[in-house]
């Protein structure tokens, strides 16, 4: 793996798919784009700018708890979000913000940035909750190209990769 891609809304499951996901980005030495996606639905009663700068907010708030703020440094770039540089990893962690259909723009990103992994959040809905409001994570499932991770619900204390040895962790095969 070289790119993670992990899909965040404004709700509480964000912070479960981002604590997994800069898990995976630490332990597999991979790049990390944070992604949103505000609707373009006109119904909606927001500007795009607002919301839009509520997301880089946070964003920001997102990687800052996730990723030490003293082992970040901010890197110079154009256009929307942030883009930061995450220890002596070299894991670099980059925010985007677009606006358009979620499912569609989900997809559209991850192919632009080659992304080997998608991880979304599940609400938790379940049948009748899913199949009245629809999915957006079930939709990614089925229309992503490529291999997605829906993540659940808060986790237990503790990270899943604890068992493994250093040499595991950081990627060296055992013979």
Known sequence: MRTILAAVDQS???HDVM???AELAV???NDLV???VVSS???KQFS???EQNRFASFHRELIFKHFPENSLAVEPHGGNGGVY???TAGVRVQSRILSGNVVDKICDCAEEVNADIVLVGSRGLGNIGSLVLGSVSERVVHKSARSVLVVKGERLDG???QGLSSAQKSGASRV
């Open 159 to 161: 990270e899943d990769w």
């Open 12 to 14: 509480r499951h964000a």
């Open 34 to 36: 944070v992604l949103s």
């Open 41 to 43: 639905d006109p119904m």
């Open 27 to 29: 332990l597999l030495r």
């Open 19 to 21: 604590s997994r996901a």
């Open 85 to 87: 540089r995450y220890g």
């Open 48 to 50: 795009i700018v607002e």
